[in-house]
């Protein structure tokens, strides 16, 4: 005799729901498996992205090599990851002091990682400084700094890894990067040339290592939100002008964050799955990377509308 619908409904999703736990936890344990033994080296590795991949891939069974700034958070880092961990299961990482804003360093810097191991099997480019301003208050002395940590400091670490990796024809170089490295928001043109920049030379990269079994990965993602969800509020009344709803929802939409959790699984899945090019973005942004394909003055039109509303709104305040 048949179950009735009113019974089979429920059964039938908490089947699935628990197919899909189980896939996901065998996913899990297959990515902490694949990067066993691997050298790993993430830069910026103090960060809240840079703390979850290196909680991550310790616990897979990677040897890390973390690189930061900060003595004092690397060894912080260093003590949290170790403290409770099976040293049968996991190595302990290497740290080495990485400041992009210093680029003479930055070969004396190479030599310091490729001696930990002598190779490299997977370089994290994670480092980033973000800047939101208008052109015409950014010195040339800032737009330098951008350069050099967002992408000279990248770039100049991928050169230097690159020999070790080319010799056994192996190795992963994937480069954290931003949605807008595809995609130009006001008042972030020093950040967004930095992003373009980057994404520029890795793409070119990509196709000039892949002969070589090098894989070259980008993940584009909105911006790094770490701060816990804001509470729900009324909105006050506003005397005046409103900024046109449809500007004001794309620019919401395309500044919404991602969890530091979030990407850093993004990053294992990548490295493990071999993905070359990988959006890690809310619809919105989406569209906004394909209005910019093909009806770019209209998607030019809302940003510059946004941009004159939240000029009006300034004024008003």
Known sequence: ????????????VVVAAGVYYIYNEVLQ??????????????????????????NLFHK???????????????????????SGSDPRETFAPKLVILDFSDMDSVEEVVS????????????????????????????L?????IMDINYFGPSSLAKGVLPT????RSGQIVLVNSIQGRLAIPFRSSYTASKHAAQAFFDCLRTEVEELGIVVSTISHTF?????????????????????????????????????????????????RKKKEVILAHPIPRVALLLRSILPSFLFAVLAAGVKDSVLNEQLQ
């Open 165 to 168: 990796m080319i010799s056994r």
């Open 224 to 272: 790094i939100n770490a701060s816990e969800p804001p509470p729900v509020e009324e909105p006050a009344p506003q005397p005046a002008a409103q900024p046109s709803m449809l500007s004001a929802f794309i620019a919401n939409q395309l500044t919404h964050g991602v969890r530091p959790s979030v990407l850093a699984n993004e990053i294992m899945q990548t490295v493990n």
């Open 112 to 139: 310091e990682v490729v001696d930990c191991y002598g190779c490299v099997d997977v370089l994290i480019c994670n480092s980033s400084v973000k800047l939101k301003a208008p052109v015409q208050s950014v010195s």
């Open 1 to 12: 005799m048949s179950l009735p619908s009113v019974v089979a409904l429920p059964l039938l």
């Open 60 to 82: 897979g069974g990677a040897r890390l090599i973390l690189c930061g700034t900060s003595w004092d958070k690397l060894e912080s880092l260093f003590d949290s990851l170790t």
């Open 29 to 54: 344990f297959m990515s902490m498996s694949l990067v066993k033994n691997k050298v790993v080296v993430i830069t910026d590795a103090v960060s809240g992205v840079g703390k979850e991949c290196a």
């Open 141 to 145: 002395e800032m737009d330098r700094n």
